[in-house]
């Protein structure tokens, strides 16, 4: 193999890394980074080698991640291969002993950075494993990583595999999962806490089931209560809807704006007759009408669960979740019930869990609202974090008790 070349980094990114973040950004140092070279070792303030790392110059916002900091570098990146299947095969292992992953079909077996596979996602979807790029450093090695995975589970054909490249931008979110045949689609169910659930795949670019939020569902299974009433904003296809009927929830109501969503939570509700959905009610609405309308209705709720995208758009200006979360607080309080509780969720890198908690009771302190912070709910199970990388943290939420 050719020699790495090693280049200096910035002394922003010496200290990072040193502190375990794996990322290195666009700076004059590494946008100096030669093009053409799959790896770059970094070097230190005295110019001593100190990581390997991944090179990804065509990346808008991560121009290279960290590999190890492993000596020696030439043979860490000569067993690059290697070392992804022992990667992969460590993570599957941790997942198939985690007790908590037996009531789902859909669980993470590997989760980027904190499995030392950054920008790497595999998620298990049932018979079917999606494989998902953050970096398009892992196209070079689609039959590595299927083949580890295949390697754990001997059953799964090479049509039950999925590629897709996750874009930055909006215009490549666009773009549906990738196959070998461009125009492939796919169709199934699966079970999450005994729940059935309609995903697709190679449609869109999203598949219509959050795994990243199964823990979190899991977690409030403690907060809806026989007869709750419960308000699912943004609802998405309605899985924390279809886990409140599940529960003896008595009412719920889910608002979205997409007529597409609206629709694909019915198919889900269709597909789980023992649910009572006379006791379910869809407005298919911007959250802003929808929190109207119940206002005027004199309706209210004991449980409000917000997950609003991490920015939107009215047509003339873009507004991030962050933001818009005060004049969603003055209205969700309109409609929640004494003592009810106001589950909120951010899902953005961008702001950190402690900024995110402090902007939320700033915002309730300047509209005189009186709530008590009960818990606060974050990434977990088969979606680990890693320390010193705040960025990995991106799914944060709040749940609040009106007083």
């Not at 970094?42 to 960290?66: G, S």
């Not at 795949?201 to 209560?225: N, P, Q």
């Not at 198919?267 to 959250?287: A, F, R």
């Not at 933001?323 to 929640?336: F, G, H, N, S, T």
């Given at each position: 193999?050719?020699?790495?070349?090693?280049?200096?980094?910035?002394?922003?990114?010496?200290?990072?890394?040193?502190?375990?973040?794996?990322?290195?950004?666009?700076?004059?140092?590494?946008?100096?980074?030669?093009?053409?070279?799959?790896?770059?070792?970094?070097?230190?303030?005295?110019?001593?080698?100190?990581?390997?790392?991944?090179?990804?110059?065509?990346?808008?916002?991560?121009?290279?991640?960290?590999?190890?900091?492993?000596?020696?570098?030439?043979?860490?990146?000569?067993?690059?291969?290697?070392?992804?299947?022992?990667?992969?095969?460590?993570?599957?292992?941790?997942?198939?002993?985690?007790?908590?992953?037996?009531?789902?079909?859909?669980?993470?077996?590997?989760?980027?950075?904190?499995?030392?596979?950054?920008?790497?996602?595999?998620?298990?979807?049932?018979?079917?494993?999606?494989?998902?790029?953050?970096?398009?450093?892992?196209?070079?090695?689609?039959?590595?990583?299927?083949?580890?995975?295949?390697?754990?589970?001997?059953?799964?054909?090479?049509?039950?595999?999925?590629?897709?490249?996750?874009?930055?931008?909006?215009?490549?979110?666009?773009?549906?999962?990738?196959?070998?045949?461009?125009?492939?689609?796919?169709?199934?169910?699966?079970?999450?806490?005994?729940?059935?659930?309609?995903?697709?795949?190679?449609?869109?670019?999203?598949?219509?089931?959050?795994?990243?939020?199964?823990?979190?569902?899991?977690?409030?299974?403690?907060?809806?209560?026989?007869?709750?009433?419960?308000?699912?904003?943004?609802?998405?296809?309605?899985?924390?809807?279809?886990?409140?009927?599940?529960?003896?929830?008595?009412?719920?109501?889910?608002?979205?704006?997409?007529?597409?969503?609206?629709?694909?939570?019915q198919q889900n509700l269709g597909l789980?007759?023992?649910?009572?959905?006379?006791?379910?009610?869809?407005?298919?609405?911007?959250?802003?009408?929808?929190?109207?309308?119940?206002?005027?209705?004199?309706?209210?709720?004991?449980?409000?669960?917000?997950?609003?995208?991490?920015?939107?758009?009215?047509?003339?200006?873009?507004?991030?979740?962050?933001?818009?979360?005060?004049?969603?607080?003055?209205?969700?309080?309109?409609?929640?019930?004494?003592?009810?509780?106001?589950?909120?969720?951010?899902?953005?890198?961008?702001?950190?869990?402690?900024?995110?908690?402090?902007?939320?009771?700033?915002?309730?302190?300047?509209?005189?609202?009186?709530?008590?912070?009960?818990?606060?709910?974050?990434?977990?199970?088969?979606?680990?974090?890693?320390?010193?990388?705040?960025?990995?943290?991106?799914?944060?939420g709040l749940v609040l008790e009106k007083?």
């Amino acid at each position: 193999m050719n020699k790495i070349p090693e280049c200096q980094i910035h002394p922003v990114s010496i200290k990072l890394i040193r502190q375990g973040h794996p990322w290195i950004t666009p700076d004059s140092f590494s946008n100096r980074f030669p093009r053409n070279s799959e790896f770059v070792i970094a070097m230190d303030e005295k110019k001593r080698p100190m990581a390997l790392l991944l090179h990804d110059p065509d990346h808008r916002n991560v121009k290279a991640r960290l590999w190890t900091t492993k000596y020696p570098f030439d043979r860490e990146a000569l067993h690059f291969t290697a070392g992804i299947q022992a990667r992969i095969d460590v993570a599957i292992d941790k997942r198939q002993h985690m007790k908590e992953l037996t009531e789902r079909e859909n669980y993470y077996l590997v989760f980027g950075e904190a499995d030392q596979l950054p920008g790497l996602f595999i998620q298990k979807l049932g018979d079917r494993v999606l494989i998902q790029f953050y970096s398009s450093i892992w196209n070079r090695y689609k039959a590595v990583i299927q083949a580890s995975v295949q390697e754990a589970f001997q059953e799964l054909k090479d049509d039950q595999f999925w590629f897709q490249l996750r874009g930055e931008t909006r215009e490549l979110q666009k773009l549906p999962a990738n196959a070998v045949d461009a125009g492939r689609r796919d169709e199934f169910h699966l079970s999450e806490f005994g729940n059935q659930y309609l995903v697709r795949l190679g449609s869109s670019y999203d598949h219509g089931l959050y795994t990243d939020m199964s823990a979190v569902r899991f977690e409030l299974k403690k907060m809806i209560k026989p007869e709750s009433r419960l308000l699912n904003l943004y609802s998405y296809t309605g899985a924390y809807s279809l886990w409140a009927l599940k529960l003896g929830a008595g009412q719920v109501t889910s608002v979205d704006l997409s007529p597409k969503y609206i629709e694909w939570l019915q198919q889900n509700l269709g597909l789980n007759p023992e649910l009572d959905s006379t006791k379910h009610h869809s407005l298919t609405m911007s959250v802003d009408e929808a929190l109207e309308k119940i206002s005027a209705e004199g309706k209210t709720f004991d449980v409000i669960i917000c997950d609003p995208p991490s920015s939107s758009s009215d047509g003339d200006k873009r507004t991030s979740a962050i933001k818009a979360y005060r004049e969603l607080l003055r209205d969700m309080d309109k409609v929640l019930a004494p003592h009810g509780k106001l589950v909120i969720f951010l899902n953005t890198h961008q702001t950190t869990a402690h900024k995110f908690e402090r902007v939320i009771l700033d915002y309730l302190k300047e509209l005189n609202l009186n709530y008590k912070t009960l818990q606060k709910l974050g990434l977990g199970q088969d979606c680990p974090t890693l320390k010193g990388f705040p960025e990995g943290s991106y799914l944060k939420g709040l749940v609040l008790e009106k007083l």
